[in-house]
């Protein structure tokens, strides 16, 4: 058998996994680059800090907040692009998006739990939630899309419904939740380039109904009417 036969594919597939590498490094760069841009334009830190993991897999991110948060954390990971032989694994078995997560944590008083659950997220987002057999359970529909409400505390039925209507690009949200208990909100959505800016800067508003009347911020001492 001649051996060059096989050393033909075996450049193939050398030259695809080269150019495969540059090419996703360079495009998750630039969503990286795009996704932390917006985010800031849209949450307005006063502060930033990156650490990046992984490479071009993604950040952890810590920004400083003006009142009535304190500080914002979270993560955005992105797709393997660079890993010919890794992406295939990561859509089949892992996820087939980039994704965005981030933490704000607020002094102030809170008024119940909370979440607003994309329909076909539902399944995997129940498994994390404690006490979720104790809880309310609703259903949503925004621009076409059917999303799972799931609440304990009063009237909050109606601030997620009135969160949700509020969303731009409301397709991008997988889970969002409220929890008193902690004072944090969780945002999970799928970011979408011009359009996570957006998101973010419809929900931050959107958050004040969920804000207990003269809530004291632990930090300072002072108070937030709302």
């Known amino acids: 058998m001649n051996d ?7 450049i193939v597939v050398a030259v695809l996994t ?10 998750n760069r630039w969503i990286s680059a795009w996704i932390s841009r917006e985010a800031e334009e849209a949450l307005r830190p006063v502060d930033t800090e990156y650490v990046n993991f992984g490479g071009v897999i993604g950040y952890n991110f810590v920004y400083k907040m003006r009142e009535p948060f304190r500080e914002a954390k979270g ?16 859509f089949l078995f892992l996820t087939r998006h980039d994704r965005y997560y981030v933490h704000l944590y607020t002094g102030a008083r809170l ?8 329909k076909g997220y539902f399944p995997k987002a129940a498994r994390m ?8 359970r609703g259903d949503a ?5 059917q999303y799972v409400l799931l609440w304990k505390g009063r009237d909050m039925e109606e ?3 009135h969160l949700l209507s509020g969303l731009e690009n409301p397709q991008m949200l997988l889970h969002f939740c409220c929890y008193a208990e902690n004072r944090t909100f969780f945002l999970f959505v799928k970011p979408l380039r011009l359009k996570l800016g957006e ?6 508003p959107g958050l004040r109904p969920f804000f207990m009347k003269g809530g004291t911020f632990d930090d300072s001492g002072s108070s937030e009417k709302n």
């Open 4 to 10: 060059a036969s096989f050393i033909v594919p075996l």
């Open 18 to 27: 080269t150019l495969t590498y540059y090419r996703g490094r360079k495009k």
């Open 75 to 90: 993560t955005f990971t992105l797709l393997p692009r660079h890993s010919l032989f890794f992406i295939p694994i990561s």
């Open 111 to 118: 008024a119940g739990e909370g979440h607003i659950i994309g």
């Open 129 to 136: 939630i404690t006490g979720i057999d104790g809880m309310q």
């Open 141 to 145: 529909y925004c621009n076409g899309r």
């Open 159 to 161: 601030k997620l419904r």
């Open 199 to 204: 998101l973010l800067k419809s929900y931050v």
